[in-house]
């Protein structure tokens, strides 16, 4: 039995009969059931399963922390209405929020953070972390560490690009459809529907292949890929609000199609528009991570994540786990900007807790 | 009517029921004591938000989402209700006491057919086997007299009418044989016409069986044939309880009488102008939605200045397609609108900025007719600074000016959104963005029939102050005939895309009339206690049954 154990076991009872005391159910059920899991469990697996169970909890709790620190933060700098807003989000879109955060502070100012340069040698090939390098060095011996800082500025800028690029078509395109109608709604659907016909990576290949990868050339095929999903959702949430009797009020005053769409339709359909273009942004993401791993998106020496997976793959047989860096830098956005855009969503879907 | 002498069935005692408002819990209901005997009918009434389809709930040991039973105590045949728990009132539910929804087009899954939702409780509680309850439910269609009662529970909620669907409604809950029935507002969304025929079947089912009831609604007339007792309640509170008969002759509170003197509004008749040229004449209008389907056959009629035309009706009868045509949104396929002598463009498309102007439209639903997310100074500003190009300080003056007309104050409402108004401030809004282009005809499509009676009374009277100030001419569509007898100088009735007549208000309202108008008229529910029972005589029980299907 040693200290790690005794100290383990002690804090686990001392704080589920604390709350027990306190008649908080919730929290008493998770820590005294994770008292008695942890008694099969050091039994079975030593102090070492312990102690990654610490490390796991402790880490949540720091996450949890941080949110919590982070919503508070942000309830105390934004104006009041938006404070309001804020307060009712949940710590994990707060997490969410700090995540998306610290990833725009290190896309922004890469050059200042990151150590060394993007496509500086300064090591062996594959050297192991120390001092100097953080996370060890890629497959030419560049510092990882910079690289996955420059690589957020790189793949989160395109990503978000592409996205924006694809919105604006899709969007303008989806208000347009629905406030003319008729013909012109027709043809734009199935212009949407042709391009959704065509398997998107297959299309992004096409377009990378014929056109050369390109920075441009990617922005412009991954927009066009997603361009008929915004339309669609924007034509259908439109469509709901057109029919409305102020639309037709307007429309017998004689406003024109461009007043109808910025004054009455948009500011009645931002909300799924918003909580659409989140969700969009992951997929973008994805896409251009797998053409970059594909070799057809950024080209090297810029760093981008997608591709650093790639080029450090055969790490995995060794046992390293550096390939699963940026992989891991792509998930947890992902999973942060999912988080966000729930929030987003339970709030313009008008559900209430019950 | 119920013998008073009978047991309590429910009895709820200083019910007290709070909302919560997203910061902090306020109290909705302030204290109702309500008893309700076996067999008895109770009417609740009230302006919305008074609670009655809380009360109404609450006697189910219900509380909706966002509220919350804090006080008092309901007893349902010997059971506490407020301690029981869920699993003891479900059981209550549909099998003891039943629920009949104000929209029974909105509370029928439309993917089920009628009979299948019908025998879902009897199959439930283990009442009945399927076929013993299908068979019932056919039962039940045939003494609520509705069309081929064998067949109609096969079909699909839409593939039947909106009264049909009403009764079926009424059938369903009846399938359990419950002691209690709670009706929400049943006839609210029915047109006079049909709303006869689920009265008379509600009343003749609930006296058959013997089942007590709460009558929820705000419309007196109905709830005077209805209940044996009325409470009124205003805000929460109970204001007064007494049987029927003593309640409509001899009311004991102010705010009960202000309720029954509500339908005493009544402008003078102005006359027709001589030699004067219509504002707005509709020509032989022939019109139809795509598809082919004819709804409007050789419409005519016409519109002098400063005069108001009601154009009644049940609804499908065209009233609202003619507005259509008139405002260019649907052009017709035959005929014309001329405006002051000069014929108006089919399409509001080709229609100048000036003859747009002239003609305004106020819309039934002020929620969907008022964009949510824009602040009222310029809902009101916008057609204002479109066509008088009014900009800055005079646009704001010219909103205020605007505000003060619909007699609201305009600091207070300047900066906010429609979804903070309550429904007569929203129709008042209305109101004022059809002013503010400064119109000579104004479309007034059912502008009261989502309101209530006090406040609907409070729109016709700015409506009519507003006509003499500014000489405005209202084309007036309504299926209520109160509002068309208080405020019309010209009636136009309408069934099945024709005018079936038409004339002056005193005229019309005088005998000899047609046919349908006649049975328009005599729809119309009257304060007297006996007077659905002396209708349903003189017309014929059976014939009440089928026409509202033909």
Redesign the interface.
Known sequence: MSVFVITYFGLLIATSCAAAYWNQRGPFLTLFSLTLVSFVLGIVGGAGALRFVAIAAGMIAFAAGISYAFREFLVLITSHNLSKEIKTAPLTASFGMFVIFTYAVAGIFAPWIAPYGESEVISSAFAPADENMLLGADQLGRDMFSRIIYGARNTVGLALLATVAAFLMGAFAGLLAATKGGWFDQVLGRIADIIMSIPSLIFALLMLSIFGPQVIVIIVAVAIIYAPRVFRLTRAVAGNVVVMDYIEAAKLRGEKTWYLIRREILPNSTAPLIAEFGLEFCFVFLLVAGLSFLGLGVQPPTADWGSMVRENATLISFGEITPLIPAAAIALLTVAVNFVVDWMLFRSSGLKEQ | MADKKKSVLLEIKDLKIEGYTGEEWVPIIKGVDLTLHKGEVMGLIGESGAGKSTIGAAAMGYAR??TRISGGSIEFDGMELTTASESERRALRGKRIAYVAQSAAASFNPAHKIIDQHTEAPLHYRIQKRLEAQEDAMELYERLRLPNPKEIGFRYPHQVSGGQLQRAMTAMAMACRPDLIIFDEPTTALDVTTQIEVLAAIRDIVDQFDTAAIYITHDLAVVAQMADTIKVLLKGDEVEEAPTEEMLSNPKEDYTKSLWAVRSFQRPQKARPKDATPLISVQNVDAAYTGGVKVLDDVSFDIYEGMTVAVVGESGSGKSTTARVI???LPPSNGQVLFKGEPLPAS?LD?S?DQ?RQS??I?Q?AD???????RIADIIG??AQ??SGLEGAALKARVDELLDLIELEPSQYYNRYPPELSGGQKQRIGIA?ALA?EPTFIICDEVTSALDQLVAEGILRLLDRLQNELNLAYMFITHDLATVRSIADEVVVMQHGKVVEQGPKDVMFKPPHHPYTDLLLSSVPEMDPNWLTTLLEERGVDNVGESADV
């Open positions: 989402d966002g405002t260019g949104l509001y229609r900025k747009l305004q439209m819309y639903m969907t007719a008022l964009n949510p997310k824009v916008r057609p479109f066509y963005r282009a």
